[in-house]
């Protein structure tokens, strides 16, 4: 069993700066790859940004220059650096983590709400 613990959200003015946090805990045998989503009212949930075992990162275009992924291996944490917000920036945003533990599957973390007011 894995469970993820996401922090790090709240309220920032447009132009601010949040750093999100997921640690994954449980048995884990090995993690594949690690991203972030986020879903505003109204819409589907999208892909953020991702990071797969060998390093390779991929953004949505929407964040692309303005957010960072990145990861520590030894806490089995993924990290998204967001600079220069803004309020269309506003969504729950939620880690997901392809994990074999042994068995490959995904899992999800609780989400955290970011808000970018003017």
């Known amino acids: 069993q894995v469970q993820l613990v996401e922090s790090g959200g709240g309220l920032v003015q447009a132009g601010g700066s949040l750093r999100l946090s997921c640690a994954a805990s449980g048995s884990i045998f090995s993690i594949n790859a690690m991203g972030w989503y986020r879903q505003a009212p109204g819409k589907q949930r999208e892909l953020v940004a991702g990071i797969i075992s060998a390093g390779t990162t991929t953004y949505a275009d929407s964040v692309k220059g303005r957010f960072t992924i990145s990861r520590d291996n030894a806490k089995n944490t993924v990290y998204l650096q967001m600079n220069s917000l803004k309020p269309e920036d506003t969504a729950v945003y939620y880690c997901?983590?392809?994990?074999?533990?042994?068995?490959?599957?995904?899992?999800w973390g609780q989400g955290t709400q970011v808000t970018v007011s003017s």
């Open positions: 997901n983590v392809l994990v074999r533990t042994p068995v490959l599957k995904n899992y």
